[in-house]
C-alpha cells in the first residue's frame, strides 16, 4: 500500500534523467566507434544516420515509459518489495528495469567492446535511477504508524485491511478514509500526533489527512 501518485511523481524526474542520459551515452559510444560501426552495418538496410534519427529516438521513447511503469510500480507495491530501506527497494525495482532495457540498448552495438561498454553505462545508469527513485519518493511521501490502546480488539482498518501496528506511506497533502474496528470493547477516539490530523476523532469512521510523519492510535 505504497503510493501511485508518489511513484510517478518521482517516475517523471528520474526517468527523464535516466532515458536522457542513457541515449546521451549511447551516442557518444556510437561516434566513438563509428568505424566498427560502419562495418557492421556494411551489409545492412540501416545506415549511420539512420541510428541517430530513428534508432536513439526510439530508445529515448522506450527506456522512458520503462523507468516510469518501473516507478509507478515501486509507488504501488513500495510495502510489499523486499528491503529494509527506500533504496534497496529502488535498487530492487531498477535491477529488473535493468535487465528489460539492455534489450533494448544492445542490438545497436557493433561489437563485444562497444556492448560492454554500453552495458556499463547502463548498469550505472540504473544504480542513479534508483538512488534518484529512493530519494524522490521519501520526497513526496510521509509514514504513518498506526496503534491502538488494545490491538486484539480495536483495529485500524483501510478499507478492508488491517493496519494495526504498522507503517504505510502516504502522499503529502493526500487523504484516507479509516476507520476502527471494535470487538466488544467501547471506542473512544482517535489520537493523532505528528503531521497526522483526522476529520471527526469521536468518530469510528472518518477521514486522515496526511501532511507529515505521524501517528494515528485508536482508543
Not at 482498518?157 to 502516504?170: A, E, H, P, V
Amino acid at each position: 500500500m505504497g503510493s501511485a501518485r508518489a511513484g510517478a511523481m518521482a517516475g517523471v524526474i528520474a526517468g527523464l534523467y535516466f532515458s536522457s542520459a542513457a541515449v546521451v551515452l549511447n551516442a557518444i559510444v556510437l561516434l566513438a566507434f563509428k568505424s566498427q560501426v560502419l562495418a557492421a552495418l556494411a551489409n545492412s538496410s540501416t545506415t549511420f544516420s539512420s541510428l541517430f534519427t530513428s534508432a536513439l529516438p526510439f530508445l529515448f521513447v522506450g527506456l522512458l515509459v520503462i523507468s516510469f511503469l518501473a516507478s509507478l510500480f515501486f509507488g504501488v507495491y513500495f510495502e510489499v518489495i523486499p528491503g529494509r530501506s527506500c533504496l534497496r527497494k529502488a535498487l530492487l525495482v531498477s535491477l529488473v528495469m535493468l535487465v528489460v532495457m539492455l534489450n533494448l540498448v544492445l542490438p545497436i552495438a557493433a561489437d563485444g567492446q562497444e556492448e560492454l561498454l554500453m552495458m556499463a553505462f547502463e548498469v550505472a545508469l540504473a544504480m542513479g535511477y534508483a538512488v534518484m527513485s529512493a530519494r524522490l519518493y521519501q520526497r513526496f511521501t510521509r509514514e504513518v504508524e498506526f496503534q491502538s490502546s488494545d490491538p486484539s480488539k480495536l483495529k485500524v482498518m483501510l478499507g478492508r485491511r488491517d493496519q494495526t501496528g504498522k507503517k504505510r506511506t502516504f502522499s503529502v497533502g493526500s487523504t484516507q478514509s479509516v476507520q476502527v474496528s471494535t470487538e466488544g470493547r467501547q471506542f473512544k477516539g482517535w489520537v493523532v500526533s505528528g503531521g497526522v490530523t483526522v476529520e471527526d476523532p469521536k468518530s469510528q469512521v472518518t477521514t486522515m489527512k496526511v501532511l507529515g510523519d505521524g501517528l494515528l492510535k485508536a482508543t
